[in-house]
């Protein structure tokens, strides 16, 4: 079975200074992590996704995230907030070769001017 | 390329009422999923299928959700009777295939249950 904690139901940064969002898995099997964004009223849209090649994974909009199995996390962070960066995130975990994610509760990001 | 089109975008119930959901996936997508998104949750699948036939429906409360893909294309989602703890988005996503390949979602539908 797999499963993802979100660390913090909101997160709250100042435009210019570095988003982290943390999450953790558990996985009985060597995983596929993920991130999503879904900005207000809008699906769901990757962000960018682990799936067993370079630990560190970039992704759009200036995103990265890095997979440590030692810690079992996998944490978003931007170096710079924007404003357009504020939305809802979810971490997701899948068993390793699928893409059929089970999801956090989320993060909701809010960047102040 | 166009994406996974969903319609209503907004549909408010009564209790004890029925309604449809209706979702067009991405053009020669095979897999097709229906995903519930309680508000301050993450969406929970409750329906996966490849084509016309349904891979995972273990999610599904199936004595009130169903969910059919007759032609292997377009699909709907029915709730009938619909309770209040059925406010929801209702999120329909499509993949090329099975599991394999990343899931494109549509914007989904609201369903307000009064």
């Known amino acids: 079975a797999q499963s993802v904690t979100q660390l913090g139901s909101h997160v709250s940064v100042s435009e210019g200074a570095l988003v982290l969002l943390r999450c953790n898995y558990s996985s009985s099997v060597p995983p596929y992590l993920f991130w999503y964004v879904q900005y207000p009223n809008q699906g769901l849209q990757l962000l960018l996704k682990?799936?067993?090649?370079?630990?560190l994974v970039k992704g759009i909009n200036g995103f990265e995230a890095e997979f440590k199995k030692s810690e079992t996390s996998f944490h978003l962070t931007k170096p710079s907030a924007h404003m357009s960066d504020a939305a809802e995130y979810f971490c997701a975990v899948s068993p390793g070769g699928s893409y059929i994610p089970t999801f956090g509760r989320g993060t909701s990001l809010i960047v102040h001017p | 390329e166009a994406g996974v089109a969903q319609s209503p975008r907004y549909k408010i119930i009564e209790k004890r009422q029925s309604v449809a959901f209706w979702c067009n996936p991405i053009s020669g997508h095979a897999t097709l999923y229906w995903y519930q998104q309680i508000l301050g949750q993450g969406p929970k699948l409750l329906i996966q299928f490849q084509n016309n036939g349904v891979v995972d429906d273990s999610q599904l409360p199936k004595d009130r959700f169903s969910a059919e893909r007759l032609k292997g294309v377009d699909s709907t989602l029915k709730i009938q009777p619909a309770k209040l703890e059925d406010s929801a988005v209702y999120l329909c996503?499509?993949?090329?295939?099975?599991?394999?390949?990343?899931?494109?979602f549509g914007q989904g539908t609201r369903l307000t249950v009064v």
């Open positions: 682990y799936t067993s090649a370079a630990t």
């Open positions: 996503a499509s993949s090329f295939d099975s599991g394999n390949t990343e899931a494109f």
